[in-house]
């Protein structure tokens, strides 16, 4: 089930240890990322990740497992958020980086610099990626369907979304029913079924993979867009 919160602001990212749910890692736009073992009553930190964090997750496999990207790269730590080495394999600032549900082992990656965004993948859970290009429609955000690791959605910011069958290989519009005017999509995601946009014009549905859309909320005035358990997609609609 897809959450959300129709927003004003940017909140850093955040994430919780499915088996621990004390465990909680969240990235900060200064610091690096911050560990939490007591369900946020106290937090520690390092040098090893500096600058901006943009996107947090917890490998489902192994929850030591860490990857945080931001500003200086791409990290990874496996015991737990004690230690932290960073990649080399992506230069440049990561402004997103999504897992396949279907495939661990995949990870991709929104990596580059200003105007200048590139997709990455890896194969190997970010130890190497290989650089897929599309730095023409500069793409922001990722999506990746939860049952197919070779579907992935892409969102600009020129009000442009993109659909990918072949692991970001080739690409193609889906943004039929999105504004026309240039606003930035701030998030898209999908649960498999219907695939959802947030947008400086409001919020936005597709239930056939992108190929048309609908407004599920118009919201003038939205600067960024930010999911949160604390509100459904359904309660959005009313």
Same mark, same amino acid.
């Given at each position: 089930?897809?959450?959300?919160?129709?927003?004003?602001?940017?909140?850093?990212? =955040?994430?919780?240890? /499915?088996?621990?749910?004390?465990?909680?890692?969240?990235?900060? =736009?200064?610091?690096?990322?911050?560990?939490?073992?007591?369900?946020?009553?106290?937090?520690?930190?390092?040098?090893?990740?500096?600058?901006?964090? =943009?996107?947090?997750?917890?490998?489902?496999?192994?929850?030591?497992?860490?990857?945080?990207?931001?500003?200086?790269?791409?990290?990874?730590?496996?015991?737990?958020?004690?230690?932290?080495?960073?990649?080399?394999?992506?230069?440049?600032?990561?402004?997103?980086?999504?897992?396949?549900?279907?495939?661990?082992?995949?990870?991709?990656?929104?990596?580059?610099?200003?105007?200048?965004?590139?997709?990455?993948?890896?194969?190997?859970?970010?130890?190497?990626?290989?650089?897929?290009?599309?730095?023409?429609?500069?793409?922001?955000?990722?999506?990746?369907?939860?049952?197919?690791?070779?579907?992935?959605?892409?969102?600009?910011?020129?009000?442009?979304?993109?659909?990918?069958?072949?692991?970001?290989?080739?690409?193609?519009?889906?943004?039929?029913?999105?504004?026309?005017?240039?606003?930035?999509?701030?998030?898209?995601?999908?649960?498999?079924?219907?695939?959802?946009?947030?947008?400086?014009?409001?919020? =936005?549905?597709?239930?056939?993979?992108?190929?048309?859309?609908?407004?599920?909320?118009?919201?003038?005035?939205?600067?960024?867009?930010?999911? /949160?358990?604390?509100?459904?997609?359904?309660?959005?609609?009313?």
């Amino acid at each position: 089930m897809i959450w959300v919160l129709a927003v004003i602001m940017i909140l850093p990212p =955040f994430a919780i240890d /499915s088996t621990n749910n004390q465990k909680i890692y969240a990235g900060s =736009f200064y610091g690096g990322v911050y560990v939490s073992a007591d369900g946020g009553s106290t937090w520690s930190t390092n040098s090893q990740t500096t600058n901006s964090i =943009f996107q947090i997750i917890v490998d489902p496999d192994d929850t030591d497992e860490i990857y945080a990207a931001g500003e200086n790269g791409f990290y990874i730590s496996t015991d737990g958020g004690a230690n932290w080495s960073p990649s080399g394999a992506i230069s440049g600032s990561i402004l997103d980086l999504a897992q396949s549900a279907s495939s661990h082992d995949i990870l991709y990656a929104m990596a580059g610099s200003t105007s200048n965004y590139e997709l990455y993948k890896s194969a190997d859970r970010g130890t190497s990626w290989s650089n897929l290009g599309h730095t023409n429609i500069d793409p922001q955000k990722i999506a990746v369907d939860p049952s197919d690791s070779d579907t992935i959605y892409l969102a600009t910011s020129s009000s442009s979304a993109y659909k990918s069958t072949d692991g970001g290989v080739s690409i193609s519009q889906a943004n039929t029913g999105l504004p026309s005017n240039p606003t930035t999509i701030w998030r898209i995601q999908t649960d498999g079924s219907n695939l959802f946009a947030v947008t400086r014009s409001g919020l =936005f549905k597709s239930s056939d993979g992108g190929i048309n859309w609908q407004v599920l909320k118009s919201l003038s005035g939205i600067t960024r867009g930010v999911f /949160s358990e604390s509100k459904r997609w359904e309660d959005l609609r009313t």
